[in-house]
């Protein structure tokens, strides 16, 4: 490459493009990030050179992350979560190695190489998995929380790893330098902790107080990066320290507004990590060494998924949840590759063996979301009882509903779902909730609620709760994805049932009606009636006014209340909103096209365009006919999308 700014421009090109291809199919951006450094790095086209500072850089992605774990780390999540860190996630990091340490001598490798491989390869994804559970709205079962806690504890291992192996690389007392760095991490861990959460809590409270977002942001960079050198001068690693700021900050009220600010930091930083992790493959050794790369893939997997479910089921878990953690846990990790790439700068492992390693671990990490995905699939061919135990799950939901009819399925027992169900209760209406969190339906069961476990988006628990007998279906939570799953199976078991689904906004509004929802309720428009209700009242508008002009909204769709007129701020909003229907006034001048011709000759309901209102100088019309005519000097106000309403106003103007 030449200048710095050529390397720039090229990193973020390649981020672009990899970041809008693995979106487009579903997959995480950090596997394109992890393709980009293969293809890019010196190994492969060579248009850009490994070098140290783009490494230290790179780092900071890993400083970050580390962050944002600790932002989710506090004493009582720790206590909460202590068998699944320190019982199930130990046990997993400590057998894994062990197994490399022991096999290691068969194949001639001495036991300081096999650590580090053995530490290695006991790491698995944290940014994958995470966000993998994430999407598939699981970090909140059973087996969601135990891979989290085990997550945790490897994130917690990497400290002492990378430790360990410079120092066996250097041929030093272990023990004593172990013991050295412990005590050292005590040490600042005590001061870290003990001064840091008394003068954390007022100093952000006294820097929020100056209202200043830009001062706010510059603070919690201060801290992050202020606590990282310190552990680093410490002979520590920058991301404990990292680590430690995220968990100070986690004990005060101002943990949410930290974590947002701080996210495309971290998002941009770890993708540059990524590139730099894959700019340590070689492809030429991968295909020269394709079935030594094959197997150093398939057996560390396997055995960590059959170690893992073992344990697992030691810990408590059922048979599926088992496995369901293994399969999430089999994979290789990113803190692998930094421990790797150590182990190989400090002289423990050969250039050549390193890149095999390295091949292998990044290739588990680029089919682990495609296992992720099938995960359910796997488990119910794999797992014997896992049919069992969902017969038995589809059982309590039928034995919930066997004696109701003519009920209200309420899908997603959240705060809406909740409430809908204790007006229903109170108007003696029954009812049965399907809700996929587990502790929620114990606890609301136990309280007399009748709520099941059950993802509302499978037929057969809908099936199960009644939907041929119910009276009507309610979808509380807002997933436009799964909404439109539960339409599809209630209209396809029983056609005349109405169903009622609730979204944000107006942005999938007509493709949940087109879909057959009898009705769609948008969060903000009814916030929006329920403050303009009030203020109606407020200035002296009767109440019968009032409640007709709201009943008068609602038969028409929210057709009043559909789009807003952008601004500047709204353009950095969330990118959803593209989608949203959005307002446009257009003035007829002059010789506009559309001036003097009625609105059914100009069609723009034909190119999805639908006007709302025209004002023609002191007088607004709302919801004007086909056979209104337009006149110069007339403003026309346009609902529509971005490309409708451009073609529109097109029409009208005649552009």
Known sequence: MGSTLELILLLLASAVVAVTAFRWVHLPPLLGYLLVGVAIGPFAFGLVPDSEQLRRLAEFGVVFLMFSIGLEF???????MRRAVFGLGSAQVLLSAGAVMVVAPLAGFAWQPALAVGGALAMSSTAIVMRMLSERMQLDTEHGRTIVGMLLFQDLAVVPLLIVIPAIAQGGDVARELGLALAKAGIVLGAVLFLGHRLMRPWLHMVARRRSHELFILNVLLLTLGLAWLTE?????????????????????YRHQVEEDIRPFREVLLGLFFVTMGMKLDVRVVVHEAPLVLVLVVLPVAFKLALTAALARFFGSGPGSALRIGLAIAHAGEFGLVLIVQATDVGLLGAEFSQ???????????VSPFILQASDRLVMRWASSEWMLKSLELHRIAV????TENHVIVCGYGRTGQRLAHLLEQEGIRYIALDLDPERVRQAGAAGDAVVYGDASHREALVAAGLARAGALVVTFADTARALKVIHHAHDVNPALPVLVRTLDDADLDRLLAAGAAEVVPETFESSLMLGSHALM???VPLTRVVRRIRDVRAHRYDLLRGFYRGESDEAGDPDEARSPRLRSVALHPG?????????????????????AIRRRETRMVRPGPETELA???VVVLLGGPEQLAAAEARLLGR
């Open 74 to 80: 506090n004493l009582q999540t720790l206590f909460t």
């Open 538 to 540: 407020l200035v002296g």
């Open 400 to 403: 919930q509903s066997l004696a």
């Open 592 to 612: 506009a096209r559309g001036a003097g011709r009625r609105l059914g000759e100009l069609a723009l309901d034909a190119i999805g365009v639908t006007v709302p």
């Open 233 to 253: 001068m410490a002979g520590l690693s920058l991301a404990l320290g990292a680590f430690l700021a995220g968990m100070l900050i986690a004990e005060t009220p």
């Open 632 to 634: 110069e000097g007339d």
């Open 356 to 366: 095999l390693v390295v091949a292998a671990m990044l290739i588990s990490m680029l």
